[in-house]
T-cell receptor
Framework: AQKITQTQPGMFVQEKEAVTLDCTYD???????LFWYKQPSSGEMIFLIY??????QNATEGRYSLNFQKARKSANLVISASQLGDSAMYFC????????????FGKGTKLTVNP | NAGVTQTPKFRILKIGQSMTLQCTQD?????MYWYRQDPGMGLKLIYY???????DKGEVPNGYNVSRSTTEDFPLRLELAAPSQTSVYFC??????????????FGPGTRLTVL
């Protein structure tokens, strides 16, 4: 079974600064994928970024990057140049690859961007 | 494309009542999922389906039933509603989740209150 831990219930960042949201995972699967989703106050789940366990390079998508440290089982999300619209809940999730369909989510981190 | 649509958006039920949450996707995805999100928590998988006629239990299936008669539709049935089922329900779909970056696309959610 997989487990996702997000230890930061809430984070604050100044506009235009970078922020790191922590995520650690626990899995015995040899191959897996890690995801980050954003949930604004409107409630929808928005996919941000993906990292495969065998990917050699850290994933990047625009202002989002994933700091993947496999030995530490961590997959932290880095948001550069924060914007007011980045204020939202952020969820880390994991999925086994090669047959399992389940996404396992962490409890989330609430990010507030201050002007 | 509408993506994943859910109806209704909001619903209040009395204890013991039943209802069906509707979910439709127009992306021809084989895989569909139902999650619930309790306040301050991440999403938990209720049921999923890998194709028409095939469904399986997730992490929290008790009190729910699903069916998948077509590729597009994946309704979630609540029988004998209980206050513990007060939650936000998300439907999601994906084409082939075992491969790489293929992510799950989420519907807007249904906010259900059981009184």
């Amino acid at each position: 079974a997989q487990k996702i831990t997000q230890t930061q219930p809430g984070m604050f960042v100044q506009e235009k600064e970078a922020v790191t949201l922590d995520c650690t995972y626990d899995t015995s699967d040899p191959s897996y994928g890690l995801f980050w989703y954003k949930q604004p106050s409107s409630g929808e789940m928005i996919f941000l970024i993906y990292q495969g366990s065998y990917d050699q390079q850290n994933a990047t998508e625009g202002r989002y990057s994933l700091n993947f440290q496999k030995a530490r089982k961590s997959a932290n999300l880095v948001i550069s140049a924060s914007q007011l619209g980045d204020s939202a809940m952020y969820f880390c999730a994991a999925r086994s690859q090669g047959g399992s369909e389940k996404l396992v989510f962490g409890k989330g981190t609430k990010l507030t961007v201050n002007p | 494309n509408a993506g994943v649509t859910q109806t209704p958006k909001f619903r209040i039920l009395k204890i013991g009542q039943s209802m069906t949450l509707q979910c439709t996707q127009d992306m021809n995805h084989n895989y569909m999922y139902w999650y619930r999100q309790d306040p301050g928590m991440g999403l938990k998988l209720i049921y999923y389906s890998v194709g028409a006629g095939i469904t399986d239990k997730g992490e929290v299936p008790n009190g729910y039933n699903v069916s998948r008669s077509t590729t597009e539709d994946f309704p979630l049935r609540l029988e004998l509603a209980a206050p513990s089922q007060t939650s936000v329900y998300f439907c999601a779909s994906s084409s082939s989740p075992g491969r790489g970056t293929d992510t799950q696309y989420f519907g807007p959610g249904t906010r259900l209150t059981v009184l």
